[in-house]
């Protein structure tokens, strides 16, 4: 593989990585009651739309060709059972826990591509989106804990 090829096949996964995650805050937010939390949700879903776009901005300036047919990625396409059935529920920690485990698979991914070289411009995207992330990933964390206290 070409480094441009590397640099679009990790790009498009971190899209795929981005709608999941996007697809997991909206879900989550629609299923909850509370408006504070709904609202948070949103706000990440629509973070990783954001994402998504800058992901895609940077595979068509490498003059390469984004791949708009992903959907859920496998774990993420595995897990998606459970994810429904716990939003269904309207179980506030069952939620969390989902949104949680959604966005262990983002830290792993934009992780992952963290190892790989890529133009300063891309990977300083990366690097932001991959902290951005992880806060995320926490605050969902003590979300969680502190419902179940």
Known sequence: ????SVT???L??????????????????ESVESPVL????????????????ELKDSVLASGEDV?????????????WLSVRQALSTNDRH?????CERSEDAAVAAYRAARASAF??????????????I???HDRVKSLRDAVAD
């Open 67 to 79: 791949d708009d047919s992903g959907s859920l990625g496998g774990a993420v396409q595995r897990g």
């Open 38 to 53: 709904r609202a948070e949700l949103r706000q990440y879903a629509m973070q990783r739309e954001d994402y998504v776009r």
């Open 1 to 4: 593989m070409t480094p441009t």
């Open 119 to 132: 133009e300063p411009d891309v990977a300083a995207m990366i690097e932001t989106h991959y902290q951005a």
């Open 12 to 29: 498009n996964s971190l899209i795929g990585t981005c709608r999941d995650g996007q697809k997991f805050f909206t879900a989550a937010s």
């Open 8 to 10: 679009r096949d990790t």
């Open 134 to 136: 992880l806060r995320v």
């Open 94 to 98: 069952a939620v969390l826990a989902e």
